[in-house]
């Protein structure tokens, strides 16, 4: 196997990209690729593509619409098509959304306020690519630190998510509101996870914690069982 | 020709920026607002060539999240 070869997007305004390229390179090594938004290609042979957190486009219009449409973004929506992993995290899960790749939106907080605080997360699905290492129903300790983070989709769409297992996070205390509090979904395919929490914010006991650690190590082991 | 855009949330959408509003205008000690419903107003500067359709794409595609939010299309007379 080549080593892991991955790509980390930054937009304007992004501000957990240098956070997540080390993440990556630290639990998944390999190259880890920087990319910008107004590139219209990605690199070739990617394993992995993460959308970081941040203020995009200074979340003008909605947190992440701008993003949406940016030219790198068309070649993530091919790229994320063709069954390549994409991670969304805080900003990118709001870029996700608003770009169609996975349903639903983020609304501001229910209470008004920017939570900026460590929060309990339950593993609802430990059977897909990126939380595989997880053991199903566990709780983990996660940050968040965000302002639109209310989870919000009609009912059918959140009953079809939880009856396809396409919820892989919920909180498990009230933070900001979401529906059925829901802190990360993928797409039908499995390849898309978009989460408000930052795991690559929890890599190291230096970092107050490790629980983030898993995500990136499931994707690695994944691609090799591939 | 100037279009104005209204985007608004849809019925049914928690406003908590609405509710903020709402706790204010009490604070003002004027009551009888039974509720406020925050939106945006985008105001746009076309040349005529701009077709109905696409003030309609704009808006679908860019204006409005059409999963939480309504949109209204406004053309100003000259």
Redesign the interface.
């Known amino acids: 196997m080549s080593a892991f070869r991955s790509a980390v997007i930054t937009f304007p305004g992004s501000n957990c990209d240098r956070d997540m390229a080390v993440a990556v390179e630290q639990v998944c090594g390999g190259e880890v690729l920087r990319v910008w938004h107004g590139d219209a290609q990605l690199p070739d042979r990617l394993d992995f593509i993460a959308l970081p957190g941040g203020f995009s486009y200074g979340d003008y219009?909605?947190s992440g619409?701008m993003a949406a449409?940016s030219p790198i973004m068309q070649a993530v929506v091919e790229a994320a098509n063709k069954g390549v992993p994409v991670l969304g995290v805080c900003n990118g899960f709001q870029v996700l959304?608003?770009s169609g790749l996975l349903?639903?939106?983020l609304?501001?907080?229910?209470?008004?306020n920017f939570v900026c605080r460590e929060v309990s997360l339950t593993v609802e699905n430990n059977q897909s690519l990126f939380t595989a290492g997880y053991s199903a129903g566990q709780q983990i300790t996660i940050p968040v630190a965000h302002h639109d983070g209310?989870y919000?989709?009609d009912a059918a769409t959140l009953d079809r998510l939880e009856g396809e297992g396409r919820v892989a996070f919920r909180y498990a205390e009230e933070v900001n509101?979401s529906a059925r509090q829901i802190a990360g979904v993928l797409n039908a395919a499995g390849n898309v996870l978009g989460m408000m929490p930052h795991p690559e914010r929890m890599i190291e006991q230096a970092q107050g914690g490790s629980d983030g650690r898993a995500l990136f190590e499931s994707l690695v082991r994944g691609l090799v069982a591939a | 020709m100037k279009v104005r855009v209204f985007v608004s949330l849809k019925n049914g959408v928690l406003d908590p920026q609405g509710r903020a509003i709402h706790h204010a205008i009490e604070g003002l000690g004027i009551h009888g607002v039974n509720d406020v419903r925050a939106g945006k107003m985008i105001e746009l500067d076309v040349e005529p060539s701009v077709t109905d359709e696409q003030l309609e794409t704009m808006c679908k595609q860019l204006l409005a999240n059409m999963v939480i939010e309504n949109y209204r299309i406004e053309r100003q007379a000259a």
């Open positions: 219009l909605r619409a449409r959304t608003e349903p639903g939106a609304l501001r907080n229910a209470g008004m209310n919000f989709a509101g």
